[in-house]
């Protein structure tokens, strides 16, 4: 056990009750800029350091793994998903990755029925009606015709944590629920919920009116909502996703939308890393979708929490246990790892 304070660099802020408890219970270095960092700047910035608490926003890859000084034995992402660091080559260099998972479930399931509310409901649309145009002829009983929830079929895709949250609140909508998991559910969670649940993915997206996706990124689920399986959907279907944009083939969703196969799509993540793709923009522009910016988690509470379940991650490394949220690549055990050389 070290008597020294650990060494961290964070590389994005967080709230500020975080840095301060951070600051008291580790010799802390913040990122107070704000943007992402270059992997030249976080392997500047972690000269001596013992932790490098990361974001989304970092690419930790193979390269800078390799690149990585000595003193580096923890890397404690700030976040649920580990997407953008390479965990197989974090694991093979001796270093330990966590994460923040859980603390995110009741915010993102909000987000995703609010989404689910937004896009048959035309609330977007509504809205900017009136700010962006600035006047508005009056109610008519053909006026802003969307469509009801209540009745309509629900697909949930991923019966996890989040998947079960939404279930929960689509249930209280009038929603019949729908989904396809890895496992199913037990009785204790299917009963309350009515819910139906399909072994076939290609059968449900057939059945349901709205395809949600709460599914983890792996290899096994990258574009697992293909642009084949989307066909399969029923003609005038929506597809909902505050998960992660790799999940669905991205110009397969904008395809079938442009040509009216599918009624729309609610998105909080999408591929930007080149910029937002235009037709997606022009579709949003023409209410066809509504566009949130990865906004799932962006709640005070879960921010907080997400920065707690950091320092508990690293201050149990540091004590010499096992941190309760340590990643490890597919399809591996859990044993111990070797001392980093």
């Known amino acids: 056990m070290r008597s020294q304070k650990a060494k961290i660099l964070v590389t994005r802020r967080l ?32 000269e001596g350091k013992d932790v490098l608490v990361s974001s989304i926003t970092d690419k930790i890859d193979a390269a800078l793994i390799a690149r990585l000084p000595k003193s580096v034995r923890l890397i404690a992402q700030f976040g649920n998903g580990v997407d953008n660091i390479d965990v197989e080559a974090a694991r093979a260099a001796g270093l330990t990755v966590t994460n923040t998972p859980s603390v995110l479930t009741e915010d993102t399931a909000d987000m995703a029925m609010v989404l689910m509310l937004a896009l048959p409901r035309r609330l977007v649309e509504g809205t900017q009606m009136l700010v962006r145009d600035r006047q508005w002829a009056g109610w008519s009983p053909t006026s802003m ?21 939404v279930a929960q609140r689509a249930r209280a909508f009038g929603l019949n629920i729908h989904y396809f998991s890895r496992n199913r559910r037990p009785p204790a969670i299917e009963e309350p919920l009515e819910a139906t649940y399909w072994p076939d993915f290609d059968a449900m997206l057939e059945a349901v ?27 005038g279907s929506f597809v909902v996703n505050v998960s992660r944009p790799e999940l669905l083939d991205e110009p397969g969703l904008l395809d079938a939308i442009e040509d009216g196969h599918l009624s729309g ?40 929490e997400m920065g707690e379940t950091v320092i508990v991650n690293i201050r149990a490394f540091m004590d010499g246990h096992q941190p309760p949220h340590r990643v490890l690549p597919e399809g591996s055990h859990k044993t111990p790892l070797a001392p980093r050389p």
Request: no cysteine; hydrophobic share 45%.
């Open 209 to 235: 009116d709205i395809a949600s996706l709460h599914t983890p990124l792996t290899r096994e689920t990258y574009h697992l909502l293909s642009a084949d399986r989307m066909r399969r959907m029923k003609r």
């Open 265 to 304: 799509a609610a998105l909080d993540v999408f591929e930007h890393r080149s910029g937002i793709d235009p037709r997606l923009l022009a579709l949003a522009e023409a209410n066809r979708v509504v566009l949130t910016a990865h906004m799932a988690s962006a709640t005070l509470e879960a921010r907080v």
């Open 15 to 46: 709230p500020d009750t975080i840095e301060a408890r951070m600051g008291t219970l580790f010799e802390t270095d913040v990122n107070d800029a704000d943007v992402t960092l270059t992997a030249d700047d976080i392997v500047a910035g972690l």
């Open 145 to 165: 015709l969307g469509h009801r929830l209540r009745g309509k079929a629900l697909g949930i895709v991923g019966m996890g944590r989040i998947g079960t949250a």
